[in-house]
């Protein structure tokens, strides 16, 4: 069985152990929605591991990430489209940090969830973070801002949901520079640069998770800890 249906299987089992996760009820939530997570070098403990939790962005990067930083960290990743507000997310993210020790963890929740309000956004922020930080004692935590949206077809024009992407951004920053966590600031690098996005407007082009990968692995190389 592959490890991510294995994953999943489990947090689906588990998620009657979740705060809120009620039989009967469950939160507003997308037409589809999916789980990715890749763990691999799972026995090895050389290196020290890095998580990166995001949406399909971070999927895209994630091998350009571990290509940065082969030799100096296993990179692992916890993708998936569940809101932040969702039991099942906070599941995912109890269950597989039970599971591994993590050094350093990257972590971002995109641009899902719009079917949910900026105020939903910010109630269900704080239970997102501590959600981590209760189950990754001595990791290193490291917020990426969401990245900007562009019209499809016609990327040089910035899409209206990025106005949203900038208020999500702007609550989480308040949440994040509170507990002295450091930013990625994703946005800011790719908005000056329409042609890293394909032509759908929403996801990149090789050469712009390209040059996401190697921020994010530079920033993980400032709190990295050395081998083992």
């Given amino acids: 069985m592959h490890r991510n249906i294995l994953f999943l299987g489990v947090a689906i089992t588990i998620l009657l152990a979740v705060p809120g996760a009620k039989a009967g009820t469950q939160p507003p939530r997308e037409d589809i929605e999916w789980i990715d997570i890749w763990m691999p070098h799972t026995n090895e403990h050389a290196l020290p591991r890095v998580l ?91 917020w990426a801002s969401t990245t900007p949206v562009r019209q499809s077809h016609h990327i040089e024009q910035l899409d209206p949901r990025t106005e949203r992407v900038k208020v999500r951004n702007a609550i989480a920053s308040e949440f994040v520079s509170k507990e002295g966590i450091p930013v990625d600031d994703l946005y800011a690098l790719v908005l000056p640069h329409p042609e890293y996005n394909d032509a759908a407007g929403v996801h990149f082009t090789v050469p712009g998770e390209q040059a996401q990968a190697a921020q994010v692995a530079a920033e993980i190389e400032k709190v990295l800890p050395p081998a083992k």
Avoid: W
């Fill in 52 to 142: 990166l939790i995001g949406d399909s962005i971070t999927r895209n990067y994630n091998p350009f990430v571990e290509k940065a930083l082969q030799g100096k960290a296993y990179v692992c990743r916890l993708t998936t489209s569940h809101f932040i507000s969702d039991p099942l997310l906070l599941g995912q993210i109890t269950l597989l940090l039970g599971q591994m020790k993590f050094d350093v963890i990257h972590f971002n929740n995109g641009m899902h969830g719009f079917q949910h309000t900026e105020e939903e956004y910010r109630a269900a922020f704080p239970a997102y973070l501590a959600a981590i930080r209760d189950h990754a004692a001595g990791a290193k935590l490291i």
